[in-house]
């Protein structure tokens, strides 16, 4: 006994009961009479390794101790013998789990290099049953657990049909199993619910025919299956879709602002947005809703509806009530008849003749929408530097701007690094490293400068504040600098490069290049995204300077100027501005 030791045993539950009976007849025999197969241990010598008969040699090591003399029967075998001849053996005796051969089959197996053909042979096999064992280690540590220690509530078949399911899945629906004791019949049709169908694919199911969650595999090998046809990893059969749907939306990313994948459990219902009928909101608004941040399209990812596409849709259902509301309003103001005029002596109680109070039908109905990011971001980068180079030509107002920045405490807005870098560019100085620029250095800097640039370098501090400050600040400067954005926006490829078809079939309604373009139009919007930019930049008489869409406008705030002899308004101030300090200025901020 001393000199055995146990072997690549597979086995890791022995039945209670069964352990019992073997010690009985033992005792009763008076000792081991069946002999137990050892091999040479391949890196002891004098020791002998066990093949098979563990159960035998553990009941003769309880009952005799280590000085009893086994029996044995010696065989000069190589590992993938050993492990083949220990699975035949205890196949024939107290019958492992079907768990328990996988394992010991895969552990062969890897010996044979991956010939399942040579493991099936020593095994004594078919390759069926090989493949059907193989299967079974899909299955969850837990379930293997519950298969190999016998549990009365988990039968092979339960094993079969779990092992098509992903690994925290099986271990949900074993809990459920075990609570419920629910039958494989019962697990068989609540599985197929869940499954999701391969023919209903969008996707290439190529890459299904050997993967463990196809039911396929269990349909060939096992007894208990859901079927042939069926992906049990709902969650990856989604992710395969989704990237599916992914791929045929990549066309609609030119032509919309929002593309909404719609799956069963949102309970979606499309909201399309059109001119005329009950919901309509009017032509002129339609065009604007085209380059709204909200407007755009549903791609279904619904079984049966997969990859169904919903165009001309509004994501935003409280604005398109309300527009569909102001284009009610403004039709039935439209049909009433005109009020009659009304006398010279109440003539002075009312507003002009034709003129619309704020918050009026006509106002309400005003196109409107929400602005795409892409617009605000651009829109913003605008501003600042149409704000810091007016800033450089507008003298006074720069000084009183740079007061009321001090005064508002927001100096923090003051970007240093584009100061520096004007600052390199109108008076040469050296700019500093970061973190290496002490004040006593950046002095002797300033005091070297020419006296005639120092005018500049303070209008450029000020001017810098346009990059730092929040766009609240920011607006606040544009109106009092009376900003006029035709002035300094032209209508060009970078712009329109940022729109989709719908924002760009809006953008060509509101600035008219669409009337500009003629029956060309048409022929124009129906091509690739890039060749409508190139038709709608290429309008021959169109004047592209000064063509500014609302969503590049500031919002307009009444600000009270104090009565003084100064210039009235920035393009006044710019053009009295000496030709050389514009042209010195503007480039500075430029970047």
């Known amino acids: 006994m001393r000199q055995i030791v146990p072997g690549q045993n597979y086995r890791e539950h022995y039945d209670a009961k069964a352990l019992a009976d073997l010690r009985e007849q033992v005792k009763a025999a008076g ?3 069946s ?11 004098g020791v002998w390794e066990i093949v098979y008969g563990h159960r035998r040699w553990m009941v003769a090591g309880e009952q005799y101790g280590d000085t009893y003399d086994m029996p044995v029967t010696i065989e ?11 699975i035949i053996e205890n196949k024939g005796r107290d019958n492992p789990s079907a768990i328990e051969e996988a394992k010991g089959a895969a552990d062969l197996l890897r010996f044979n290099a991956g010939d399942k053909e040579k493991t099936a042979n020593q095994l004594g096999w078919k390759p069926r049953e090989l493949d059907n064992r193989l299967l079974l280690l899909n299955c969850a540590p837990e379930v293997q657990k519950a298969v190999i220690e016998r549990h009365p509530h988990i039968s092979i078949g339960h094993a079969e049909l779990l092992a098509g399911l992903p690994q925290d899945r099986q271990v949900k629906v074993l809990a459920g199993i075990l609570q419920h004791k629910v039958p494989v019949e019962v697990l068989k049709k609540q599985l197929g619910q869940y499954a ?7 996707f290439d199911t190529a890459q299904c025919l050997g993967c463990p969650h196809n039911s396929a595999q269990q349909a060939a090998l096992f007894d208990a299956s859901i079927g042939e046809g069926y992906c049990q990893h709902p969650t990856h059969y989604d992710e395969l879709t989704m990237a599916a749907l992914q791929a045929r939306a990549e066309p609609l990313r030119e032509r919309f602002q929002v593309i909404r994948f719609i799956k069963p459990e949102d309970g979606f219902v499309p909201l399309a947005v059109a001119a005329d009928g009950p919901l309509g909101v009017g032509a002129e608004q339609m065009e604007a809703c085209k380059g709204c ?13 997969y990859g169904e596409v919903a165009e001309s849709l509004c994501f935003d259902a409280a604005c398109n009530s309300t527009k569909v509301a102001a284009r009610r309003k403004a039709e039935r ?3 009433k008849p005109a009020a009659p ?4 002596a109440g003539a002075g109680d009312s507003k002009a003749k034709g003129a619309t109070p704020e918050g009026s039908v006509a106002e309400s109905a005003k196109p409107r929408n929400t602005v795409p990011g892409k617009v605000v971001a651009h829109r913003i980068e605008f501003w600042r530097k149409t704000v810091a180079n007016q800033l450089m030509v507008q003298g006074e107002r720069n000084h009183r701007a740079l007061t009321a920045l001090v005064l508002a405490r927001e100096t923090r807005a003051i970007h240093s690094d584009r100061y520096a870098d004007v600052a390199v560019k109108l008076a040469g100085i050296k700019k500093p490293n970061l973190g290496d620029a002490p004040l006593r250095k950046m002095l002797e800097q300033a005091d070297a400068v020419d006296a005639g640039a120092l005018e500049a370098l303070v209008k450029a501090v000020t001017a810098s504040a346009a990059y730092g400050i929040d766009t609240e600040g920011l607006e606040a400067l544009l109106n009092y600098l009376e900003v006029d954005e035709a002035r300094h926006f032209t209508l060009n490829e970078a712009y329109l490069a940022l729109l989709t078809v719908s924002e760009l079939e809006s953008l060509a309604e509101e600035v008219g290049l ?11 919007k129906a091509g690739k995204r890039s060749e409508f930019i190139q038709a709608l930049l290429a309008v021959e008489g169109f004047t592209y300077k000064g063509a500014v869409p609302k969503a590049m406008r500031y919002p307009r705030r009444k600000f009270k100027h104090a009565e003084r002899a100064e210039p009235a308004r920035e393009s006044n101030a710019a053009a009295d501005a000496p030709a050389e300090r514009r042209e010195e200025a503007e480039p500075a901020h430029a970047a």
Do not use: T
């Open 76 to 86: 000069d075998l190589s590992d993938a013998e050993a492990r083949a001849l220990g």
């Open 333 to 335: 103001a439209a049909s």
């Open 35 to 45: 002999p137990i197969m050892v091999r040479p241990h391949p890196s002891r010598d």
């Open 31 to 33: 000792g081991i009479k």
């Open 341 to 344: 005029a009304r006398d010279a």
């Open 514 to 524: 669409k009337k500009a373009m003629g029956e060309r139009y048409a022929k124009a």
């Open 293 to 305: 941040a909200n407007f755009g399209c549903s791609v279904s990812a619904i079984p049966g509806h």
């Open 196 to 202: 999701k169908r391969l023919s209903e694919a969008i």
